[in-house]
């Protein structure tokens, strides 16, 4: 089975290639911003979100901490460029973080997140 990830990035281009790159064997849906991802995350079920820091409507960690309340079970990576961002998305609640110059790492972050009990 695929893994499903809700990719919650307001770069298409960004993230058009790293899911052809990184993450062609997943299933993404990608959504800009937090209004978005709620919303997807309403209507389907996610195996993890990746989170980046500066999004359409907010920063990445208040879309973290929103997630925690509504979806606790939910498995979270920050991946911004800005390692303030992702520190910030980490204390929010991120489980791990694979900023955007590791990116190439995404795949065995994935699967170390993915083992590690919630």
């Known amino acids: 089975m695929k893994t499903r990830i809700l990719y919650i990035e307001n770069h298409p281009v960004f993230a058009a290639t790293a899911q052809d790159v990184f993450l062609s064997d997943c299933e993404i849906t990608v959504t800009p911003d937090k209004t978005s991802a709620m919303t997807a995350l309403e209507s389907n079920s996610f195996d993890l ?7 359409d409507d907010c920063k990445g960690d208040e879309v973290t901490r929103e997630i925690r309340v509504r979806f606790p079970q ?8 800005h390692a303030q961002g992702n520190a910030k998305i980490q204390e929010a609640g991120a489980a791990a973080i694979c900023g955007k110059m590791e990116f190439s ?3 065995e972050t994935i699967e170390r997140v993915l083992e590690r009990p919630i």
């Open 49 to 55: 979100a990746l989170i980046d820091f500066d999004l």
């Open 105 to 107: 790492k995404i795949r």
């Open 74 to 81: 939910l498995k979270i990576i920050a991946v911004s460029s």
